[in-house]
């Protein structure tokens, strides 16, 4: 079929958390599409823009220079409604009468759930992982975490300079989803005096509000025992580190570790930071006596670690997965996210990286995910040495 715009198009749209890289991705597309003999239609804002006609035409042209630059020319929107099939059915029919045959969708998992519809209900879809969080389970990296973990660290090393220079402990609440790559990666790449991830103080997992998706998403629970518990671990260690001479402290931890209760009962991220902060500040009072606490301060880097002109890592990574995805499409595949896997894009059933995710969530092989050598490491490296402090005290 060719619409308006003539010849042969495949459509292109970022859904979800923006990303650093979706440019990259976003130009590699169009270039490979191009070579494949395909127009591409740019689609705003996600799946808003694919509902509402909302796409133009992106020449190979004008997409020179964007790779290097952070969020995304599209724009990117979530749309609830999205989830009804007769929403669905009108949009796909709109972007067939404008001659799209294809489309590549560039977001996290909820946007593969939605490429996975419109696959099944007759317009070929392609998924690529952008998302900072590097929480798709299926592949080894997604486009903007490389990038969002360089924030983190220059942030991290920033805020360092002035704990040193006032004698004083810094908590840094990451963002991350239920993903903790940032944090633990980001402890380690900082020398922090105490990295403190989520399946480590959580049980189970509950429907917190998010404030990012502005809805209810399932989240861990935290144990407040748990929490309680590696606070008072935490403070201990810093009271022992400074009678040892050391003055200023980094702790990083993963949003969504000590999250605080909302009037409704329901657990609010960010913002756990404080408590945090709070416990440390107040255990060192009653080591040292007021004049001699260790002043501790909460810093939540939140959206900040979404922007930034993407690294080079994440341009190339995005360059791979766009190409890959346009070809996967001119093959007539459809239904696949492309993944990397070791060194190697390649791509699986968007089902099966559904399902993968699934599974992580519920537990199931947990301990795949973990990242246990580096979470040992984080450890060993630490001053704060959490696990050994539990089984000390006889605890997990
Ligand atoms: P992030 O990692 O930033 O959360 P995401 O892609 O997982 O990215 P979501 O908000 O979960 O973000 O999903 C983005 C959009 O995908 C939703 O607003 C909705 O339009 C669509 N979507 C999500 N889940 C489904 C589903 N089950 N069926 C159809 N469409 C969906």
Not at 292 to 303: H, P
Request: charged residues 25%; contains cysteine; hydrophobic residues 40%.
């Amino acid at each position: 079929m060719t619409g308006k715009h003539g010849g042969r198009a495949i459509g292109i749209l970022t859904s979800g958390g923006d990303s650093p890289g979706m440019n990259a991705a976003i130009r590699a597309v169009v270039l490979a599409a191009r070579e494949q003999g395909f127009k591409t239609l740019g689609i705003r804002r996600g799946y808003k823009g694919f509902c509402a006609g909302d796409w133009f035409l992106i020449t190979p042209e004008s997409v020179e220079g964007i790779a290097r630059s952070g969020g995304t020319v599209l724009g990117s929107a979530r749309m609830e409604e999205f989830k009804e099939k007769d929403v669905r059915a009108r949009a796909i029919a709109g972007a067939r009468t404008a001659g799209i045959e294809g489309l590549v969708v560039i977001g996290g998992d909820g946007s593969f759930a939605g490429a996975r519809d419109v696959s099944e209900e007759g317009l070929p879809c392609i998924g690529i992982p952008g998302t900072i969080d590097n929480d798709i389970v299926c592949s080894e990296y997604t486009i903007g975490y490389d990038t969002a973990l360089n924030t983190v660290v220059k942030l991290a090393d920033t805020i360092a300079d002035t704990a040193a220079s006032h004698d004083r402990c810094v908590v840094l609440e990451i963002m991350g989803n239920m993903a903790g790559d940032l944090t633990l990666y980001g402890g380690l790449a900082c020398g922090a005096a105490a990295v403190v991830l989520l399946e480590e103080t959580c049980f189970g997992q509950e429907e917190a509000w998010s404030e990012e998706k502005g809805k209810t998403v399932p989240r861990f629970l935290p144990n407040p025992g748990e929490v309680t518990r590696i606070n008072d671990s935490i403070a201990r260690r810093i009271c022992a580190g400074k009678r040892a001479g050391q003055n200023s402290f980094l702790v990083l931890v993963a949003e969504g570790v000590t999250g605080k209760k909302d009037g409704f009962g329901s657990t609010r991220y960010p913002g756990g930071a404080e408590a945090m902060a709070k416990a440390i500040e107040a255990a060192t009072a009653e080591t040292f006596g007021s004049a001699g606490r260790v002043e501790t301060r909460a810093q939540i880097l939140g959206y900040i670690q979404r922007g930034g002109d993407p690294t080079a890592r994440d341009r190339v990574l995005a360059a791979r997965m766009g190409d890959y995805a346009v070809r996967l499409l001119s093959q007539g595949r459809r239904n696949e996210v492309v993944i990397l896997r070791g060194s190697e894009v390649t791509s699986i059933e968007i089902d099966e990286a559904l399902r993968l995710q699934r599974e992580k969530r519920a537990g199931v092989n947990l301990s795949d995910y973990l990242n246990t050598e580096d979470r040992a490491l984080a450890r060993r490296l630490s001053i704060c040495d959490l696990e050994n402090d539990a089984a000390a005290e006889g605890g997990v």
